[in-house]
Every structure is written in structure tokens, then in C-alpha cells.
């Protein structure tokens, strides 16, 4: 058998060898640069939510991302992440990424914590218990958890709220709120924004029209024209009614008979107050009760404060309201009875 001689095989040397393993890298680095800063894709694509729970680890992370189509390669972002130092930064929430962002935008957004805001509008007048419903229907938190934050007394004196309850110290606004927040963390949040806003500083003394009043009950009288006013213009009308029942010389005429107070008591949101309602037998009864009750009814807003604070020099001090949302103010007895008829006559006239 002829052989042919190929001639001799040739030896790898060290600068072949160190040749390979720089593509080698130089390949990995590729891999790595266009899957941690290429998009998956190119278009706008529509947002999807990814949430991040507490204690997470980098590769649950990575494997939801990549399962979800928003990364290209799920060890690339692991290793990026770990070169970078991010992956001992990422923050937990709920986030919004789409595949038009790339791996590196993603983590950037993570170490960020950027994540996702809900908006929870709280307005004026709400007391309590609507606070407590309103964050629960907008499933940032459980029925009953606002109540139980704002009803611990140990917790709002470490906050700095020395009266007897976080009652209209819970600044009616809007709030972004991220999922996950505690029913604590929430409540502090409302009542600094309170300490910002508001016009009544609850721990000084004010003179108002020559009756000597405490911020405290000063934002009570504020929660009362909240709930009894439905017009900005009006409130400081519906305050003077009740700051000259205050004054009055006669111990039972300083009654201020506000049917808000009522519903408070009883926790009637709806409905019409009945006699029986009248008598009912609570601090916060104010047609039986002299004077203000211990605490506000509501948490009130700016222009009901300002009103508290001012209110309009009148000798009013009766006032019925009209489904229109506006108020006839009498200044005697027999005056304000009529208004109740004509009131009456008026509704029946409607149906």
C-alpha cells in the first residue's frame, strides 16, 4: 500500500492557544455586552408588571424576567448583575418593564427601586373608617388595617400624635402609594403631610372673635363645618352659626346640634337621623351634649380650617340645608322654623 505523506501535523503553540481563548472571551463579552444592553426588542412594547418580593434571589429574578420575554438570556443578566454589583442593590416592589428596555435599564431601574406607584385619593371629610375603605378597594391593603394603625395609641404617640386619636390628624389628599406599604407606614405618611399643610397648629392657643380656642378643638370645628358644608363659600357662614351657639350666655344654647356628630356616634353614613338618633347617648351626641365633642368627625380640608379659623361676623345661629347644597341661616328660632317648612315644601314639590 502506497501512503502519501501529508506532511507533518503542526503544533497548537501558546500564541494559538492564547489566540483562541481571546475569541473565546471576546465572544462571551459579546454575548454578554448585546444581552445586557440590546433590547429583546426594538419596538415600544406594552409594559408588563414584575413583581419583586422581599428576600428574592438573582436567579428567581432572572427567570422571571427572561420568562416574561423581557431579557435575552437569563445567565448573561445573572452575570451582569454580579459583575456590577446590582444584583446586591435591587430593591423589592412592583415594576413595570417592557422589552424595549434593555437588561441593563432594567437592573438600573431595580437598584432605583422604581417601582410602581398606585394613585389612592382620600377626600375631604373622610373619616377614618372611609380611609380604611378606600385603601382597601384599591387592594393596596386589608379591610380593617387603617383602623387598627390609626387605633394604636403606643404607635401614634411614637409618631408625635399626643391627642386622644389620629382622627382629623389624616391629611385628606392624593397619595401614590407602592404595593406593599404597611397600614402604619401609610398613616405616618398622612399625618406628616398633615403637619405640612395644615393651617391649624393643633398645640397653639388662637383667639377667635374673643372666644379663646385650642388648635385641637379648633380642627374639631373644623371637621364639623367639613361634614355640614357642602359649598366653599358657605363654610365660613356654617362656622360663625356655631362659634355664636359657643358664646352664647346660656349653658343649653351652647348645644351645637349638628346632625354630623350624630352620624358619627352612631356610624351612620346614610339615611335620615331619626328622634331616636337625637337622644342617643354618646360624647359626640351634640344635641345633648354642651360644647364641642372630644375629638373631629372627619378629617377636614383647607377651606374648612381657614373657616374655623375666620369665621364670617354674623348673628346667625340656625341654618338648614337644601338638596342643592346650600344653606338658609336664620337668626332666631321662629326664622329657622319656617326655613324647615319652606324646605319641606320644597322637597315635596321635587317628588
Do not use: W
Not at 465572544?27 to 448585546?34: K, L, N
Not at 427567570?63 to 443578566?77: Q, Y
Not at 359657643?246 to 354630623?260: G, H, I, N, T, V
Not at 338648614?320 to 341661616?329: A, C, Q, R, S
Amino acid at each position: 500500500m502506497n501512503n502519501k505523506n501529508t506532511g507533518p501535523v503542526k503544533k497548537m503553540t501558546v500564541s494559538d492557544f492564547f489566540l483562541i481563548f481571546a475569541i473565546a472571551v471576546c465572544s462571551v463579552i459579546g454575548s454578554v455586552f448585546v444581552a445586557a444592553f440590546v433590547p429583546v426588542s426594538g419596538a415600544q412594547e406594552q409594559a408588563k408588571e414584575i413583581n419583586i418580593n422581599y428576600g428574592t434571589g438573582l436567579k428567581k429574578i432572572a427567570s422571571a424576567l427572561k420568562s416574561e420575554g423581557l431579557i435575552r438570556n437569563r445567565l448573561a443578566f445573572e452575570l451582569y448583575a454580579v459583575v456590577t454589583g446590582s444584583n446586591k442593590k435591587f430593591q423589592a416592589g412592583e415594576y413595570e418593564f417592557s422589552a424595549s428596555m434593555s437588561a441593563a435599564g432594567i437592573s438600573v431601574k431595580m437598584v432605583k427601586g422604581d417601582v410602581k406607584k398606585h394613585k389612592v385619593v382620600v377626600p375631604e371629610g373622610s373619616d377614618i373608617a372611609d380611609i380604611d375603605r378606600i385603601f382597601a378597594d384599591s387592594g393596596m391593603l386589608k379591610a380593617g388595617e387603617i383602623l387598627a394603625a390609626a387605633g394604636d395609641k403606643a404607635f401614634i404617640k411614637l409618631l408625635g400624635i399626643q391627642t386622644p386619636s389620629a382622627e382629623g390628624l389624616l391629611f385628606p389628599d392624593t397619595y401614590y402609594v407602592i404595593r406593599g406599604e404597611t397600614a402604619a407606614k401609610i398613616v405616618q405618611t398622612m399625618y406628616e403631610r398633615f403637619r405640612q399643610k395644615s393651617v391649624i397648629d393643633i398645640n397653639r392657643t388662637y383667639d377667635i372673635q374673643g372666644y379663646k380656642e385650642s388648635g385641637y378643638k379648633a380642627l374639631i370645628m373644623a371637621s364639623i363645618i367639613e361634614k355640614e358644608s357642602r359649598l366653599d363659600a358657605e363654610r365660613s357662614m356654617v362656622a360663625s352659626v356655631f362659634y355664636n351657639r359657643l358664646k352664647s350666655p346660656e349653658a343649653y344654647q351652647r348645644r351645637l346640634e349638628s346632625c354630623a356628630t350624630v352620624r358619627y356616634a352612631l356610624s351612620k353614613k346614610r339615611g335620615i337621623i331619626t328622634y331616636k338618633d337625637l337622644k342617643v347617648d354618646s360624647p359626640y351626641n351634640t344635641y345633648i351634649r354642651i360644647g364641642l365633642p372630644p375629638g373631629p368627625i372627619c378629617n377636614p380640608g383647607l377651606e374648612s380650617m381657614a373657616a374655623a379659623l375666620k369665621p364670617d361676623v354674623t348673628k346667625f345661629r340656625y341654618f338648614v340645608l337644601y338638596d342643592n347644597g346650600e344653606h338658609t341661616f336664620s337668626e332666631t328660632l321662629e326664622e329657622h322654623n319656617r326655613a324647615k317648612v319652606m324646605n319641606k315644601k320644597i322637597r315635596q314639590d321635587m317628588e
